[in-house]
Nanobody, 132 residues
Framework: QVQLVESGGGSVQAGGSLRLSCGAS???????????LGWFRQAPGKEREGVAA???????TYADSVKGRFTISKENAKKTLYLEMNGLRPEDTAMYYC???????????????????????WGQGTQVTVSS
């Protein structure tokens, strides 16, 4: 059973930067390399929303609200997913979750990349708070 653990959250002022990490354990590197991964966030009283996703080939997808400010990347050898967040805004304040879409074979980008119900493994989340 894969376990995902996020880190790197914190409190910053608007315009600041944070780098989130998500390490995977209990999972073979070969499987991790072939899967799709994503970052999601959920603010109080709001639904969980997709922020960014990356497929097995490294193709990335971003929500319009974060394009040009956030960058998703991964290191397969370390089984680690990253989210570089720049130009943070108060509306980015939320709990951030990483997720993995395990599947047979290689996972490639699709129109549902940012759909939470497509992912079957989740971390516990890391809080990001941006003050104005």
């Amino acid at each position: 059973q894969v376990q995902l653990v996020e880190s790197g959250g914190g409190s910053v002022q608007a315009g600041g930067s944070l780098r989130l990490s998500c390490g995977a354990s209990g999972y073979a590197s070969a499987y991790y390399r072939s899967d799709c991964l994503g970052w999601f966030r959920q603010a109080p009283g709001k639904e969980r929303e997709g922020v960014a996703a990356i497929d097995s080939g490294g193709k990335t997808t971003y929500a319009d609200s974060v394009k040009g400010r956030f960058t998703i990347s991964k290191e397969n050898a370390k089984k680690t997913l990253y989210l570089e967040m720049n130009g943070l805004r108060p509306e980015d304040t939320a709990m951030y979750y990483c997720a993995l879409k395990s599947s047979r074979g290689y996972c490639y980008s699709s129109p549902s990349d940012l759909a939470a119900d497509e992912y079957n493994n989740w971390g516990q989340g890391t809080q990001v708070t941006v003050s104005s």
